[in-house]
Nanobody, 120 residues
């Protein structure tokens, strides 16, 4: 059974830093692209950053230069380093991943989310 489990959320003051982790388990074939999304209260879920299995990355404009996405393929784990946090970064952060079901097929999964709260 495939699971994505996020950790590392919490409450920080503006200007602070946090690092989120997402571990994918339950697949013998590995994980393709992985992404972080976030959803602020009353807003739609938005893409924060994405990383392919080869390490190519892209970021939302609002976080570029402040957040760093990375992964450890041996551990099927993705990370999001967040610095210079502002109250606008507050929300539930979700892990999303294309988990390989075979050598030729993947399915997309979501984690349950981890709360990040930034106070001014």
């Amino acid at each position: 059974q495939v699971q994505l489990v996020e950790s590392g959320g919490g409450s920080v003051q503006a200007g602070g830093s946090l690092t989120l982790s997402c571990e994918a388990s339950g697949s013998r074939f590995g994980v393709g692209s992985m992404s972080w999304y976030r959803q602020a209260p009353g807003k739609e879920r938005e893409l924060v950053a994405r990383i392919t299995s080869s390490g190519a990355t892209n970021y939302a404009v609002s976080v570029k230069g402040r957040f760093t996405i990375s992964r450890d393929n041996a551990k099927n784990t993705m990370y999001l380093g967040m610095t210079s946090l502002t109250p606008e970064d507050t929300g539930v952060y979700y892990c999303n991943a294309d988990v390989k079901q075979s050598y030729i097929r993947s399915e997309n999964y979501w984690g349950r989310g981890t709360q990040v709260t930034v106070s001014s």
